[in-house]
């Protein structure tokens, strides 16, 4: 599958929410991280952008760094050491395969990566 580059930033970051949320109900997160409610952290861990808004505002950045990052807001919104090398590596892929079409499919880049 072929996705475009935010939705697939959005993905992750709620991959990362929900991993840190772990069994605790959306609702117990939210009050105890002060995001707005267990609605809010629904949109985030499904990766959903809300009409009219930035997917993440910076206090909700600012919080949810310091609970899954230790603060890194970096580590947050693109991942680890490996995974920032893994979202390069997609970009680079795609700009040499399609231009500015989205992003590549991993399955499909470590494919081609095996071939040359």
Do not use: W
């Not at 772990?22 to 809010?40: H, T």
């Not at 997609?90 to 499909?108: E, F, Q, R, W, Y």
């Amino acid at each position: 599958m072929v996705q475009k580059f935010d939705e697939y930033l959005f993905q992750e970051i709620g991959r990362r929410v929900l991993t840190a949320r772990g069994n605790l109900s959306q609702e117990i997160f939210a009050n105890q991280e002060m995001i707005q409610n267990a609605s809010r952290v629904s949109q985030i861990e499904k990766g959903k952008k809300v009409e009219g808004r930035n997917y993440l505002s910076s206090s909700e950045i600012e919080t949810l760094s310091k609970i899954i990052t230790n603060g890194d807001q970096i580590a947050l919104l693109f991942g680890d050491t490996y995974q920032r090398k893994e979202l390069l590596s997609s970009i680079l892929c795609t700009i040499a395969l399609n231009g500015n079409k989205p992003i590549v499919n991993m399955d499909i880049r470590h494919k081609l990566q095996r071939k040359f």
